[in-house]
């Protein structure tokens, strides 16, 4: 599913704890337009909640969350 979606912007937050990653998810997505895809990669295990909370919370869709070697690939539709 996830490899037909086309990535807008990727954000790189390796290695930045939480609440860096979650509030570098809520700067980047406005530098995106509706509808296009934020992809953030990330290394904190507290990212996946965070961001899945944050989403809930702003009514943003999250596509698909792959973690693989330690670092959480988070795809994020912004909905409005």
């Known amino acids: 599913m996830a490899q037909d979606v086309k990535i807008t912007k990727t954000l790189?937050?390796?290695?930045m704890y939480c609440p860096g990653p979650?509030?570098?998810t809520a700067k980047a997505i406005k530098q995106i337009n509706v509808g296009e895809v934020l992809e953030v990669l990330a290394t904190d295990p507290a990212a996946k909640p965070d961001i899945e909370a944050w989403?809930?919370?702003?009514?943003?869709?999250i596509l698909d969350i792959q973690q693989q070697g330690?670092?959480?690939r988070i795809l994020v539709k912004r909905a409005k």
């Open 22 to 24: 979650v509030m570098e």
């Open 12 to 15: 790189d937050v390796k290695g």
């Open 55 to 61: 989403a809930r919370r702003t009514g943003n869709q």
């Open 70 to 72: 330690g670092v959480t």
